[in-house]
């Protein structure tokens, strides 16, 4: 009798052991699975301070820096040096939101190649779509700008072209006026532009009849209303302008791509806003043929273009 008592008591025990080392095995996969997943929200949350506030990766998708920048280029660009921001849009929408701004190490300088909120085309008061673009800022607030036979000058002095700057072989006349110009209405082309003053914050701007149409979009932007009474007097605000005349309330840039006669930039859209600066380009990271499909991958791979990685952008 006590040893079958022995037996069952040895049963007990061991199942009793059996218990207690699952429950320990549980604990330690629920203890790893737990670090994994704390690793993956560490990680995420330091990518994405990283891509907020340092650096963010930026593709070249179409040829107007070339050939400065290709098409297939992969960057990197500083979001510090001009001051990051905050989150100007909800992931994957084009829905904006309020954003703030941290001081930068610099302001942006003629030269500096920058990717920015694109500001929205000639007439529109923003950008349908939240897009970046990226073009070297030729000119800064307080600047005039001109374009006399495809030579660019600043303050009236030759601005050098860019070492890879490409330009068309076609003969624009000075008489020949593109529609698409900005302003509307200048009568200028893309190769006999200006001359323009860039605005800046607390220019004033005479804006009557004769040029209402010229700065009516760019009022707008800066967050008025204007309107024409029917005596053709100009009001901002449902108020008359003091002297005629209109305060400018932020800085701009002028900004141009380095494919000068393929490149839709500040000659054809405006004036950029210093508010719409997302970053400074630094360097290429990676750069391949995109003209090659993913579904032939090595080929793809083949195409990389080795000599251009880790290439300073200026």
């Known amino acids: 009798m006590a040893d079958r008592n022995d037996s069952q008591d040895i049963r007990d025990n061991k199942t009793l052991s059996n218990s207690n080392e699952n429950k320990k095995d549980a604990k330690q996969k629920k203890s790893k699975t737990r670090e994994f997943f704390d690793a993956l929200v560490y990680a995420a949350v330091v990518a994405f301070i990283i891509k907020i506030f340092l650096f963010e990766a930026f593709r070249i998708p179409t040829g107007s820096m070339e050939k400065t920048l290709w098409v297939g280029d992969f960057l990197l660009v500083t979001k510090f040096t001009y001051g990051a921001t905050t989150p100007r849009n909800i992931p994957f929408t084009d829905i904006r939101l309020p954003y703030f701004k941290l001081p930068g190490f610099k302001e942006p300088e003629r030269g500096d190649i920058i990717v920015f909120d694109f500001p929205g085309d000639r007439d529109e008061l923003e950008s349908k779509e939240v897009v970046n673009y990226i073009k070297r800022c030729v000119a800064i607030a307080g600047d005039s700008v001109?374009?006399?036979?495809?030579?660019?000058?600043?303050?009236?002095?030759?601005?050098?072209?860019?070492?890879?700057?490409?330009?068309?072989?076609?003969?624009?006349?000075?008489?020949?006026?593109?529609p698409r110009m900005f302003p509307r209405g200048a009568g200028w082309n893309e190769d006999w532009y200006g001359p323009i003053r860039v605005p800046k914050k607390g220019d004033k701007v005479v804006i009557d009849s004769s040029n209402y149409d010229e700065w009516k979009t760019f009022v707008m932007r800066e967050g008025h209303t204007i309107s024409q009474t029917a005596d053709r007097k100009v009001l901002v605000d449902n108020a008359e302008l003091p002297g005629g005349e209109y305060t400018v309330g932020r800085d701009y840039l002028f900004m141009m791509g380095d494919n000068r006669n393929n490149s839709l930039d500040s000659r054809y859209w405006g004036f950029m806003p210093v508010e719409n600066v997302v970053g400074k380009a630094l360097l290429i990271y990676w750069s391949w043929d995109p003209s090659k499909s993913f579904l032939n991958f090595f080929e793809l791979l083949g195409s990389t273009r080795w000599e251009r990685i880790g290439n300073l952008i200026k």
Do not use: C, H, T
């Open 146 to 178: 001109r374009i006399a036979g495809k030579k660019l000058y600043v303050n009236g002095e030759l601005f050098p072209n860019p070492p890879n700057a490409m330009f068309d072989n076609m003969n624009r006349p000075q008489s020949f006026s593109n």
